[in-house]
């Protein structure tokens, strides 16, 4: 078992992993102590001017990587669907990543117009990059919650297994809240289960509890810190005052790490 697998079969201590989206924010994040840092595609993709899940950021994924890659903490990417439907050129791009540095990747089943792929064509994936990167951490995420038909229950079952047999070492459900189809999933599967954490859902504590292995912040810290740049312009322009932020020799030293 890898290091960074690992961090995901620690009963009652799950992975609590943040997302950056840029250099300073992942070293920033790691010089905090978290034990990995994860990319999150929305926050690559709009930092690039580019629109999220639709496979037009590979170049900026691996390029973000090769730069976090070496810099001394576990690291892994969310590569939406993996930019491609051929499971070769997915390997492809897993390899790039291992050898870049990165410990593990997110692959997922949703599609752009809030679809499904068939669970066949993730299944294939995932099989692909184990074949290629036996070491890479692949967490294989299903969007049935998120596509509004499924929800945690029959569809969801029967995906996760799907990705589980074909290799996958994780499984993640973003949208998935409820606490009993938490502990229903935890109890059937056999890879650990990651979840989205979200305002309405449970805590941290909670989800500890209920036996997840790996919380994920996802965009929410890029839009976090989106929030906050728009908030502190209007404040200086209505004269109120400005909470504390990172000095400007502070943020020139994260560039050296």
Known sequence: MTPF??????????LLLPNAWDHASAVALAAEGYAAIGTTSLGVAAAAGLPDGVAVTRAETVRLARRLGRSGFLLSVDAESGFSDDPEEVASLAVELAQAGVVGINLEDGRADGTLAPSAVLAAKIAAVKVAVPELFVNARTDTCWAGRHGPGPETVRRLEAYQQAGADGVFVPGLAD???IVA???????????LWTPAGPGFAELAALGVARVSLGSLLYRSALAAAVATAAAVGAGDEVGPVPGYAEVQELSRK
């Open 179 to 181: 606490p009993a189809a």
């Open 5 to 14: 697998a690992a961090l995901h079969h620690r009963p009652g201590r799950p």
């Open 185 to 195: 999933l935890v109890e059937r599967l056999a890879a650990p289960l990651n979840v």
